[in-house]
């Protein structure tokens, strides 16, 4: 059997999609469909059950969950602008600590996601060198979080063990339940689709224009698609980049997206919210060596490809990743 937790999600459900296409069914998911899109996401999905992820942990500190080959942690908070640093910690570290443990006391393969949160503003860099983590400076608690259980993997000596996944901007179809923290591919085609134009924010430092600062932005089939790559090398372990090596600015997404929708560009600058514009990323960009020298050699969907094919084959027809 396969776990997802956080399978209902965004990369949790496009996962168990991607494990239907090799024909695989026997897969628990984890998650609360707590949201009627997160329901759409599974409808046309094969999986054997799904539970609460309270269930699910009072299973594995129980014993009683037996049988899991691999285990995919997808599910955490994710949201950047979350403040209650106790929840994060349960829900984001501990929780992860408990799996961890019961995936290494029962040898099933354990990939978690870490995040490119951990990076912060981007001046230590963006490698996933473990033997760097503790010079990285996340800008908040969620990215915090993320970076305080890949501290404490390392310290545990379980990065030789387990696999974790910095995944950088990833967008696609099933992130449509994730409100605020939904890609700005999918926020800008409905600005784009119901007001002709879209917005994006000015720029507060002189070295970048308004819209030129930079994202490393992967479709989610590629981001899935390494994820896949570890639990079919159990010989791989470690701390791993997920993104594409390239960036591209905001202006060069709205363009994207303005000629997969037919249109011509029309675009807003505005005002940054004064919450967020300490703690803004101007430039990311993974380090992908460690990945390729780890064996993964698939090639990547271009910005443009991607954001077309997201855009007429899921959002114009309003349709989900389906088995």
């Known amino acids: 059997m396969i776990v997802v937790t956080g399978g209902a999600g965004f990369i949790g459900s496009a996962i168990v999609h991607a494990l239907n296409q090799r024909g695989l069914s026997d897969i628990c998911v984890v998650d609360l469909e707590d949201h009627p899109e997160k329901k759409n996401n599974l409808a ?17 500190k129980d014993g009683s ?8 942690h997808l599910g955490a ?15 984001n570290v501990e929780y992860t600590q408990h799996l961890a443990r019961f995936c290494l006391e029962r040898g099933t393969r354990f990939i978690y996601a870490s995040s490119a949160a951990t990076y912060g503003d981007g001046w230590q860099g963006y490698s996933d060198d473990v033997t760097q983590l503790e010079i990285l400076k996340p800008l908040n608690p969620y990215g915090q979080s ?80 390494m994820t896949l790559f570890f639990m079919d090398h159990p010989e791989v372990n470690g701390l791993f980049n997920v993104g ?12 994207a997206l303005f000629r997969a929708m037919g249109r011509e560009p029309v675009i807003d600058y505005i005002e940054m919210p004064d919450s967020i514009r300490d703690q803004y990323q101007y430039h990311t960009c993974a380090e992908m060596g460690k990945i390729r020298a780890a064996g993964y050699t698939s090639p990547l969907t271009p910005l443009d490809e991607a954001i077309d094919d997201y855009v007429k084959q899921y959002l114009i027809p309003a349709r989900h990743l389906t088995a």
């Open 44 to 60: 046309p999905l094969k999986f054997s059950r799904r539970i609460d992820p309270d269930t699910f942990l009072a299973q594995v």
């Open 65 to 72: 969950l037996q049988g899991v080959d691999t285990l995919f």
């Open 77 to 91: 908070c994710s949201s950047t602008t979350e403040t209650d640093v106790d929840f994060l910690t349960r829900n």
């Open 146 to 225: 993320k970076q305080d259980f890949d501290l404490w993997a390392r310290e545990e000596g379980l990065l030789s063990r387990i696999v974790g996944l910095k995944y950088f901007n990833v967008f696609g179809p099933n992130e449509y339940h994730k409100e605020d923290m939904r890609s700005l591919v999918l926020k800008g085609y409905e600005q784009i689709r119901d007001t002709g134009k879209i917005r994006l924010f000015k720029s507060y430092k002189p070295e970048y224009g308004d819209g030129e600062q930079v994202r490393d932005f992967i479709y989610v089939r590629d981001a899935v698609a």
């Open 244 to 255: 594409t090596g390239e960036t591209h600015c905001w202006n060069d997404l709205a363009r």
